[in-house]
């Protein structure tokens, strides 16, 4: 993806009754990352599309992308179909605001095999243990930028 210089946010949620989000501030420049921020929090229990929208709504810039854990019932009762309500506010902001919106699945934060591992986020000062969702968002955050958007300053930055 190509971003025109200037402010960036890039905002990953990871939806459901509690929605996790990770969010990462910065300027760009000729192809190069600047001021570099990360943000996190979790919205919810309980309703909070209108929550959901107007953070998607105020993390907005000129260079903005969205990243959205999509929906994957894997067999599972505990995966509720009340992530797909919050899958929904971040398609109908996509579709209002026409900023991009990418797909990723559960596998990015969960299991064995996933590149991000709160390990990784521990050393990178990025871990959230109270805020499970937050933390989640976050890996789904970090796999975008390393593997989308060529980001490998985010190993380099990995603290011993």
Known sequence: MLFRNGAITLTAIDPGETSGWAGFDGMYLEGTFYEKKFHRGQLGPGDHHEQLLGLLERRRTHNSVSIC??????????????SCEYIGVVKLFHQQSNVPVVFQGSQVCNGDNHFWSTEKLRRLDLSSPAMVHAQD????????MY???????????LKP
């Open 69 to 82: 854990e999509s929906f994957d019932n894997r067999d599972n009762p505990a995966a509720r179909l009340v």
């Open 137 to 144: 968002a976050m890996k789904h955050l970090l796999h975008y």
């Open 147 to 157: 593997f989308e958007l060529d980001c490998k300053w985010l190993l380099a930055a």
